[in-house]
């Protein structure tokens, strides 16, 4: 009880904003004086995206507005984190209406083949309400996630969210979360989902620093890099059908957002691991370029520059 209480007086600004902030917010709830307080909140958060940015654009031949590009990182922010919260009122009835789809025909075409098929994402916009997304259209999809990182360097409130996160939204999918822990030892219901022709949904915009070992070198962002591609192994071990797919958030100045999913075509299999590894780093590259405020590894862009690849 004594660690509660501690908790609850040292961490009260997270608290204030996952548990009450958030979901008056996701409700409708905005204000100038709401805004101001919550970004507060992430103060560290947002300096490290201005560096990282910053640093990003320095040599690039492109004009940037770097303030903007923050404020909509951090917009983008909460409505990912806000839709822990709307997922909730998600339905087959009103997904049109809050949803913009687009590409589905690939992914439709791609279940008539009767192979498994890999959805690739990233930690781009609202990357963990896909499956749920789908689920309104009739899509069962199972989505690869890492446990929640219980030990000191995750804050107390930021864990009861993401536990509070995976309970909501598996709650509105079909599918069920398959887990990979932080030694990175996968749910042994990966292999089960390829060989009953099952989709799987899978991030692997992971530096090397989070996911040191299987990985393949590939070009990214124009840099040289790696990502890590034991699941995308797996999918070629059992034929799967690789297609790119990307939940993307559009914020307003009256702090209204829109989300658009988008399914890119399939990838061809041919030249292996190496061939859809890049054709993935390719897209999301695309992607972040574009919007670079989508991109949650907005704040660690460094890390995944590798001059030295293993």
Not at 190 to 201: E, N, Q, S
Not at 210 to 234: H, I, M
Request: charged share 20%; net charge positive.
């Amino acid at each position: 009880m004594f660690k509660l209480i501690s908790s609850l007086r040292s961490y009260f600004p997270l608290w204030r904003y996952y548990f009450w902030d958030l979901p008056l917010w996701t409700m409708g709830c905005r204000s100038d004086q709401r805004w101001s307080r919550m970004k507060l909140t992430f103060h560290d958060e947002t300096e490290n995206i201005r560096y990282s940015l910053q640093s990003f654009f320095k040599n690039k031949k492109t004009t940037v507005d770097l303030e903007q590009m923050v404020e909509r990182a951090l917009l983008n922010k909460v409505a990912r984190n806000g839709d822990a919260f709307a997922c909730l009122n998600l339905t087959p009835n009103n997904i049109g209406k809050k949803i913009k789809v687009s590409g589905l025909e690939h992914l439709q075409e791609a279940i008539t083949q009767q192979r498994p098929i890999v959805l690739l994402t990233g930690h781009i916009g609202s990357f963990y309400t896909i499956p749920l997304i789908l689920t309104q259209l009739g899509i069962k999809v199972n989505p690869l996630a890492r446990t929640v990182d219980s030990s000191v360097n995750n804050p107390l409130p930021q864990q009861f969210f993401e536990k509070c996160n995976y309970f909501f939204t598996e709650l509105k999918m079909s599918g069920s979360y398959l887990y990979t822990n932080f030694s990175n030892k996968p749910d042994k219901r990966l292999v089960t989902t390829c060989k009953a022709g099952g989709i799987l949904l899978v991030l692997i915009d992971f530096p090397r620093r989070l996911v040191p070992s299987g990985r393949s070198s590939v070009q990214f962002l124009g840099e040289q890099s790696s990502l890590p591609v034991r699941t995308v192994e797996l999918g070629v071990k059992y034929n799967a059908i690789f297609l790119t797919v990307w939940n993307t958030i559009e914020t307003s100045s009256d702090f209204s957002s829109k989300r658009h999913l988008q399914v890119g075509p399939v990838i061809a299999n041919t030249g292996g691991v190496k061939r859809i590894s890049q054709a993935y780093a390719d897209c999301l590259s695309e992607v972040i370029m574009q919007q670079p405020w989508q991109w949650m590894g907005a704040s660690i862009i460094d890390q995944f520059k590798e001059n030295d690849l293993k």
